[in-house]
């Protein structure tokens, strides 16, 4: 009868520990993500194509244009969620769709709308969302291996600094 006790509390503290360590960290979630068409062009090159990624600048609809249309790059956007007490930063993203996968910011200087690669991740403070969207944080595809074409899903694998490796569908849809 002892042993049979002492199973039934091991059991019970054991399922208690689960809990506290859902509630320090890896309460992280990833929703709504979702990334523009784009069409691979044959031949198309980094030379070929203004693309707005890294110390380029472009404005505000140049860089919407450049978007839409397609070549070598693509983007993806989603809602993070960290429903823990514990600060996170997302890392780093990689896909099998695009040679690279870079988190990439959008911002205004002087009028001119430039998008920059975000150093040290995207902080995802504790009891807070961040979504990444148009116009602002998001993440770069960079060499698309296909094209992404409206109705298709892919698989993005993020790294968070504590909530370890998530893999999440995309959906190509329009905006």
Known sequence: MLIGFTLVLMFMLGACGDDDDDADGGSVTVSDAWSRPAVLLEGAGDDEMESPEGD???G???MDET???GGTNGV???TIENNSDV???LLSATTDVAGTAELHNVTMVE???QMRQVDGGIEVPAGETVVLEPGGLHVMLIGLTRSLEEGDTFDVDFEFEE???MTV???VRQP
Do not use: K, L, Q, R
Request: avoid cysteine; glycine fraction near 8%.
């Open 163 to 165: 909530a370890g490796e």
């Open 169 to 171: 569908e995309v959906e």
């Open 111 to 113: 009028g001119v709308m």
């Open 87 to 89: 600060d996170d930063v």
């Open 67 to 69: 978007m839409d249309m």
């Open 60 to 62: 505000e609809d140049s």
């Open 56 to 58: 380029a600048t472009a």
């Open 76 to 78: 993806i956007y989603v």
